[in-house]
Structures are given as structure tokens and as C-alpha cells.
Nanobody, 124 residues
Framework: EVQLVESGGGLVQAGGSLRLSCAAS????????IGWFRQAPGTERERVSC???????YYADSVKGRFTFSSDNAKSTVYLQMNSLKPEDTAVYYC??????????????????WGQGTQVTVSS
């Protein structure tokens, strides 16, 4: 079975921090692009951060300098460390992945696999 399971969301005050986790199973993690999207009610889905199969990373301008993507290949898990959170970061955060040959962040909108999402709420 293929699964992406997010965790780590919650309620935090502006300026606070959260760390999201995405545990992957059922596919070859090391050959895949994997990353994070978010969507707030009434908004378009936004690509937040991801890592391509070659190890390169991407950050949306809205989170650059505040969020950090990391991965633990041994655990098939990726993380999103979110610091200096703002109310506009409030959204459901989704983990997504796709395999080769197009295992790159630019193709992640057409991901093969999606997690169930985890809610992040930032209060002011």
C-alpha cells in the first residue's frame, strides 16, 4: 500500500513554531520528489516546499527564510520546520510525492500520492 501520513499540525500564536512530519510508505522514497502544499478555505492550493529526487529543494517566496525542509531517508520521512509563523500561514498542509522519471518539484502539482492533510492554525 502507498501512504503519506502527515502529523504535527496544531494551534500556535503568531511568531511561534511548529514542525510537520510526513511519513511515507509503499513506494521508493529515495527516487521520489516529495514536499508540502497548503490550502486555506477559498484559496488556491499553494506549493510550499519540496525536495526533488536529486536533493534540490524549493521554497515558496511566502515562506522563504522561515520554513525549512528536511528529510530522513532511513525513516522515509520528511519534515517542515515552520518558524516565525504568521496568521496567513493558517491552512491545511498536505504532503505529496511523485516517482520517476519526473520526480522533480516542478511536477509535484501532478503528484502520484497525497496525504490526508494536517491543520495549522496561527492566531494573532
Amino acid at each position: 500500500e502507498v501512504q503519506l501520513v502527515e502529523s504535527g499540525g496544531g494551534l500556535v500564536q503568531a511568531g511561534g513554531s511548529l514542525r510537520l512530519s510526513c511519513a511515507a510508505s509503499g513506494f521508493t522514497f529515495d527516487d521520489s520528489a516529495i514536499g508540502w502544499f497548503r490550502q486555506a478555505p477559498g484559496t488556491e492550493r499553494e506549493r510550499v516546499s519540496c525536495m526533488s529526487s536529486d536533493g534540490s529543494t524549493y521554497y515558496a517566496d511566502s515562506v522563504k527564510g522561515r520554513f525549512t525542509f528536511s528529510s530522513d531517508n532511513a525513516k522515509s520521512t520528511v519534515y517542515l520546520q515552520m518558524n516565525s509563523l504568521k496568521p496567513e500561514d493558517t491552512a491545511v498542509y498536505y504532503c505529496a510525492a511523485r516517482g520517476p522519471p519526473l520526480a522533480f518539484c516542478v511536477f509535484l502539482n501532478d503528484s502520484d500520492y497525497w496525504g490526508q492533510g494536517t491543520q495549522v492554525t496561527v492566531s494573532s
